[in-house]
C-alpha cells in the first residue's frame, strides 16, 4: 500500500496491473477512487457535499463508496464517519474497518479483493450488531459515480406469451416526476441519465438478474450482487435503487430484511467490474 491525498484527506491506494483503488485512511471505510491502472476515475469527487447532524459535526459525502444501513434513518441522524480507520493488508487487497458506528448501532467494513487476470474486484461489505438487541436491517452499498453517463438497470426480457403474473415493477420517491427527460423507460431496461442536473431523481425496482451498470464514455462499471428478488426488501421491495442530483449519480444495491441478533452480522457482497465500450 502507498499513501496518497483525496482533497486534503489522507488516502491509501492498493492497484494491480488492472485496476487502481484509493481510500481514506481518516474516514469511512470509504473507497473514493476506482479506475483502470492509468484510467480516470469513474466514481464522483464530492468532497464539499455535506448536511448538518444532531451530532454536533456534518456528514460529508466525499463520493465514492460507501456502506450505509437500512431502512433509512433521517439525514440529520446519519452518524459521521469521520474517524480514522483500521487497515488490513492482505496480498491481493485490503479490510477498511470504520471506527464510527451506524445511526443503528452497527460497526461496518469493507474488504476488497482485486483479482489477478482482470479489472475486476470484490467488495465484502459486513455490518456487525455491536448493541444489545436485535437489529431489523440490510446492507445498502452506495456508489457515486461522476455525471455525464447512463445508469443501465436490466428488466427481464422473457417470451411473455401466457403469462398472467408481473415481472417487473417500478419505485419512484416523491420528488421524482415521471415527465423527467433523465428517465428513460423501455422493454428492457430503466436508464437514467446523469447530466448534471439540479432536481433529484430517485428510482428502484426487483433486480433479478444481479448486475447493473453504468456507461460513462469508454468505460462501463458493472456493480454484480446475488439477488434474493422473492425476500422481503425495503422500500416497497427493492434492491437496486438510482438516486441523482447534479454533483453525482448514485448506483445502490441492497441486501434483504435480516434479524441480526447482538454480535450477529449480515453480508453483502459486490463484484465490481470496468470494461472497455
Known amino acids: 500500500m502507498i499513501e496518497g491525498d483525496y482533497h486534503g484527506l489522507r488516502t491509501g491506494v492498493v492497484a494491480n496491473d488492472h485496476v487502481r483503488l484509493e481510500f481514506t485512511l481518516d474516514a469511512g471505510p470509504r473507497i473514493v477512487r476506482f479506475s483502470t491502472r492509468g484510467g480516470r476515475n469513474v466514481f464522483a469527487e464530492t468532497p464539499n457535499a455535506q448536511w448538518d447532524t ?61 483479482a489477478g487476470d482482470g479489472a475486476r474486484v470484490d467488495v465484502t461489505h459486513v455490518l456487525e450488531n455491536r448493541t444489545d438487541r436485535s437489529v431489523r436491517v440490510a446492507a445498502w452499498a452506495l456508489t457515486q459515480v461522476t455525471p455525464g453517463g447512463v445508469a443501465v438497470l436490466p428488466l427481464p426480457v422473457e417470451d411473455a406469451d401466457g403469462a398472467q403474473l408481473p415481472n417487473r415493477n417500478l419505485v419512484l420517491w416523491p420528488y421524482t416526476s415521471l415527465d423527467d427527460p433523465r428517465l428513460e423507460l423501455a422493454d428492457d431496461a430503466i436508464r437514467v441519465v446523469a447530466t448534471g442536473d439540479d432536481r433529484l431523481l430517485k428510482v428502484g425496482y426487483v433486480n433479478r438478474g444481479g448486475a447493473v451498470a453504468y456507461e460513462l464514455d469508454d468505460v462501463i462499471f458493472c456493480k454484480r450482487f446475488r439477488p434474493e428478488p422473492h425476500a422481503e426488501h425495503v422500500d416497497l421491495g427493492c434492491n437496486v435503487e438510482v438516486y441523482t442530483r447534479a454533483e453525482f449519480l448514485e448506483l445502490e444495491t441492497l441486501t434483504p430484511l435480516r434479524d441480526v441478533p447482538p454480535g450477529g452480522t449480515i453480508e453483502h457482497v459486490e463484484e465490481w467490474e470496468l470494461l472497455p465500450r
Open 54 to 114: 444532531v451530532h454536533g459535526r456534518p456528514y460529508r459525502l466525499l463520493g465514492g463508496h460507501r456502506l450505509w444501513s437500512s431502512p433509512e434513518c433521517p439525514l440529520a441522524e446519519q452518524v459521521p464517519d469521520d474517524a480514522p480507520i483500521g487497515v488490513t493488508l492482505h496480498d491481493d487487497g485490503v479490510e477498511l474497518a470504520g471506527s464510527t458506528p451506524t445511526h443503528d448501532g452497527l460497526s461496518r467494513r469493507i474488504g476488497l479483493r482485486l
